[in-house]
């Protein structure tokens, strides 16, 4: 297992790499769900503002 | 009204930008003295050696004259979007790519060609080889402009923005890659006594492409940015 | 019409789209990881290691697709960009701006994956040459993009706007390429390549093709969440989305209700 992680005394670079591609491509793979759910949240909040202003006169 | 010919307006607006440099002469230098400051810089940043600024010369005064061209390419459209006769211009009857063409001509000639000419001032200051002189001057020919129409596609792109300083560098930075590469590339072969002719061959035929497409793409970008 | 036409007109409209695309959306994300942990698997695991390059040659699972995906992204954002300049359809301007970071990312970890590679083959992070410093003008073309795209108010403005840049890209990146070739000739830079001249052996191709496989599902799977949250911006006025919202259980509504 140690081998594995140390993969020919280039692991740090291997493990780098693949750290990388995960963190980044998480990064973006979370993005539009933060960004979905921003935008139904400032939609909704907006709508009750209006329905609000509707029913108090 | 009946609108006048083409040719007219062409000449027209040609003469009203003129007239426009002409009455802000003072801020037509200011390309100018940043090359200057660029190009002094260097040799405090890596001594004064002969051997070493002759090496960089090229490359430097390239870099120091697209910079200078950058700073001037936001003034393009700033003034006339400003006062409303870029929406008048857009609104004319006459081929919108054209006058657009007229405008960058006059842009190439008030900021680019006095870079041109204290290049040969600059080339002196950096030990630039005589022999390369010659060169730098034709692939600064052929440089500026390309740099001019390029620039100007991008500038129509972020005309409608209040601060574009950053971003139309970022637009353009890709986009001239290619023009500095064969630009100094000419240069440094010919410093190395290399044949030169391909690179500049090259810039000139990438000069012929853009005359041709430029005017049309800053014309559509332009009406995109101003719907 | 054609039942293919009428559906694909169907999907231009953006509330089928949003369902469409919500529908798909677990599925190609469950495809992507799956695909993606086999490949990873076979690229880390299964394949020998290179008789040149030792264990280092295993970041080629990570960079060559990305590499490959930087690419295609590019070429996907641009055909979007041509439709929605063309015929104007809105869905096109949606899908070519979310493309952009994805391809942006894409290009972040190739970039930074090759020099990761870079540092214990060429002994150096960074080398001048064709293909790395192609990729890094390729950055700077999508960061031109998202930034554009974000600076002008408009948002339909700003995506055909953002839309044409990505196109004038189209005509600058072969360009761009060939010189950036021509340079190192010029400069005797260096000449090794990571993928070298030996042909690659199967065990080490599969996991290869996995990874790309997987990177191309991903990249789907991306641009269709980010289509549709683009999508409900976009429409934020429009009664379906609304409905969604409202529909939607908020932290801020049980406190205030």
């Not at chain 2, 390309?31 to 430097?60: D, S």
């Not at chain 2, 409303?84 to 790519?97: D, F, M, N, T, W």
């Not at chain 3, 379906?240 to 919202?245: D, G, H, K, L, T």
Request: proline residues 5%.
């Amino acid at each position: 297992m140690a081998e594995f992680f140390h993969m020919g005394g280039y692991g740090a670079y291997v493990w780098a790499a693949y750290a990388v591609f995960v963190v980044v491509l998480l990064a973006d793979a979370l993005a539009p769900l933060w960004q979905r759910r921003g935008t139904l949240r400032d939609i909704a909040a907006r709508l009750r503002r209006e329905s609000k202003r509707k029913t108090t006169p | 009204m009946k609108p006048g010919t083409t040719s007219a307006a062409c000449v027209a607006l040609l003469r009203r930008d003129l007239a426009l440099t002409w009455r802000r002469r003072g801020d037509a230098l200011n390309p100018l003295l940043f090359a200057v400051i660029v190009v002094a810089l260097f040799p405090f940043a890596l001594g004064p050696e002969a051997q070493v600024l002759e090496r960089i010369a090229a490359g430097t005064i390239f870099v120091a004259v697209l910079l200078a061209a950058l700073l001037s390419l936001d003034s393009l459209f700033r003034s006339d979007l400003d006062d409303g006769s870029l929406e008048q211009l857009v609104l004319s009857p006459h081929p919108l790519s054209l006058l657009l063409a007229c405008k960058i001509a006059i842009h190439w000639l008030t900021t680019a060609l006095p870079l041109i000419a204290i290049a040969p001032l600059l080339a002196m200051l950096l030990h630039l080889p005589d022999s390369v002189l010659p060169v730098l001057l034709a692939a600064l020919a052929l440089a500026t402009p390309l740099l001019s129409l390029i620039g100007a596609i991008c500038v129509a792109l972020t005309v409608a923005l209040r601060r574009s300083g950053m971003l139309l560098t970022l637009l353009v930075l890709p986009l001239i890659v290619p023009v500095l590469i064969f630009g100094a590339g000419a240069c440094n072969a010919a410093q190395a006594g290399l044949p030169y002719a391909a690179p500049l061959l090259w810039l000139g035929a990438w000069l012929v492409l853009a005359l041709v497409l430029a005017p049309l793409a800053t014309a559509a970008a332009l009406k995109i940015s101003l719907t | 019409m054609n039942p293919l036409v009428l559906w694909f007109h169907k999907l231009g409209s953006p509330p089928y789209f949003y369902r469409f695309a919500g529908r798909f959306l677990p599925w190609l994300y469950a495809i992507a990881l799956v695909s993606g942990a086999i490949g990873l698997y076979g690229g880390l695991v299964v394949a020998p290691a290179d008789y040149q390059q030792g264990d280092s040659f295993r970041m080629i699972y990570v960079h060559v697709p990305c590499a490959w995906m930087s690419l295609f992204v590019y070429a996907f954002m641009a055909a979007n960009a041509f439709v929605a300049l063309v015929w104007r359809i809105k869905l096109s301007e949606t899908l070519a701006m979310a493309s952009a970071p994805v391809g942006a990312a894409f290009t972040f970890i190739t970039l930074v994956t090759g020099s990761l590679w870079g540092k214990p083959m060429w002994g150096t992070w960074w080398t001048w040459d064709a293909r790395l410093t192609s990729e890094l003008v390729l950055l700077f073309l999508y960061l031109g993009v998202i930034g554009l795209y974000h600076a002008i108010e408009d948002v339909r403005q700003a995506a055909r706007a953002a839309a044409f840049l990505a196109l004038i890209g189209v005509v600058n990146l072969p360009i761009v390429h060939y010189s950036v070739v021509w340079w190192n000739t010029l400069h005797q830079g260096q000449t090794v390549s990571l993928m070298g001249q030996s042909k690659i052996s199967q065990s080490m191709l599969w996991p290869l093709l996995t990874m790309a496989f997987a990177t191309h599902v991903y990249f789907f799977a991306s641009l269709l969440a980010r289509a549709r949250a683009a999508l409900l911006a976009l429409e934020s006025g429009k009664d379906w989305v609304r409905a969604i919202a409202l529909a939607q259980p908020t932290r801020e509504a049980s406190a205030h209700g």
